[in-house]
């Protein structure tokens, strides 16, 4: 008579085998994007540190990737849809470059309102957190910063307001075009930030208004001679991260990301920009055929009378314009309480 064999209590063994064994959880994955130079400080002095933060406290569990130098999509127009259709989880994006996106970000464009880089920056960033710009609910913000001051910078000769009447002049945004309409000048759009040097070369513009970080990042101080030493504006700057990405991340790497951000970030990105821009300011200057403008009491009237009428414009313009600029003004004095003079240069 045969043993029949019970089958039971191997399947038992089997499913305890199986549940017995140490599983080790896949690491998330994460991509992080930007478009500029992976030699940028942005990206070699901020951006790739918060990686290894990141990775660093959670014990490697956080796999980050970085993606600089536009690897993930080079043109700067495109970064914010490379972030919303998840592409990229986190990127830096230029605001200016998605008209109407966010659309009270002009009030940082506004001509000869700020003091300085930081403390443009820091005003940047409490002004989202804060509820005074609209564009944000559907992002997580990581972090922001402000451009170094924008001056103009051109390859033909310049001695007084009269000789930027029909010079064309690259800008971003409609703020920076009314700025060079105002001064005579021809603005000129749609041309993305890595390619001003090879436009200027080609003849196709004339000057450009960019911060002295951004001259060396991009290359425009080697097609440049003339520089109008008084600073015009600034642009805004988004460090932004998917916000579905962010949501589905497990709380605790949420709090890392939460804890590595913010404004001790802000700060960090304002410091190495400004040590760039003082950099490439200095060396510049000492250069041979290098022409640096000081505005005298006479021209530099005649600047603020033509670019006056553009904050009032803006107001008028803007939904609860005024309500935005009582609140900059607010944090604007608050942070000038909290800082020294910001002398960028």
Same mark, same amino acid.
């Given at each position: ?15 305890? #085998? ?28 901020? #951006?790739?540190? @918060? ?37 990229? %989880? ?33 005003? /940047?960033?409490?002004? #989202? ?22 001056? #103009? ?12 009447? +029909? ?5 971003? +945004? ?59 504006? /600034? ?32 700060? %960090? ?11 490439? /300011? ?20 005649? @600047? %603020? ?8 414009? @803006? ?31």
């Amino acid at each position: 008579m045969k043993t029949r064999i019970k089958k039971l209590p191997y399947l038992a063994c089997l499913i305890f #085998i199986v549940f017995a064994t140490p599983v080790t959880a896949k690491p998330t994955t994460l991509r992080v994007a930007s478009f500029i130079s992976p030699l940028s400080p942005q990206n070699a002095e901020v #951006i790739a540190p @918060w990686i290894q933060e990141l990775k660093r406290l959670s014990n490697n569990e956080l796999d980050v990737d970085f993606y600089p130098g536009g690897s993930l999509g080079r043109h700067g127009n495109y970064q914010l849809k490379l972030l919303q259709d998840g592409v990229h %989880h986190a990127s830096l994006i230029v605001p200016g470059y998605t008209p109407g996106r966010f659309p009270d970000n002009t009030i940082f464009e506004l001509p000869l309102l700020m003091d300085g880089t930081l403390e443009a920056s820091l005003a /940047y960033y409490r002004m #989202i957190k804060n509820g005074y710009l609209r564009g944000y609910k559907d992002t997580k913000l990581i972090s922001v910063f402000m451009s170094q001051p924008y001056f #103009i910078h051109l390859n033909t000769p310049y001695q007084t307001l009269d000789d930027l009447k +029909g010079k064309k002049i690259r800008v971003a +945004g409609y703020l920076q075009a009314e700025i060079i309409r105002r001064l005579g000048a021809t603005p000129i759009g749609g041309t993305p930030v890595t390619q001003i040097r090879e436009s200027i070369n080609r003849g196709l513009i004339d000057g450009t208004i960019l911060g002295w970080d951004s001259m060396h990042i991009f290359g425009v101080k080697h097609v440049t001679r003339y520089h109008i030493e008084i600073p015009v504006t /600034y642009t805004p700057i988004l460090f932004l991260m998917n916000l579905e990405t962010y949501e589905n991340l497990d709380p605790k790497y949420q709090a890392l990301i939460n804890q590595s951000s913010g404004e001790e970030m802000v700060r %960090h990105f304002s410091a190495v920009t400004t040590a760039l821009a003082r950099k490439t /300011y200095a060396e510049t200057k000492g250069k041979d055929e290098q022409y640096f403008i000081t505005l005298d009491e006479k021209e530099l009237s005649r @600047w %603020h009378q033509a670019l006056a009428p553009i904050e009032q414009s @803006w107001i008028l313009k803007n939904p609860e314009g005024q309500w935005r600029m009582e609140g900059l003004k607010e944090i604007l004095t608050t942070i000038r309480q909290e800082l020294p003079k910001d002398n960028d240069l």
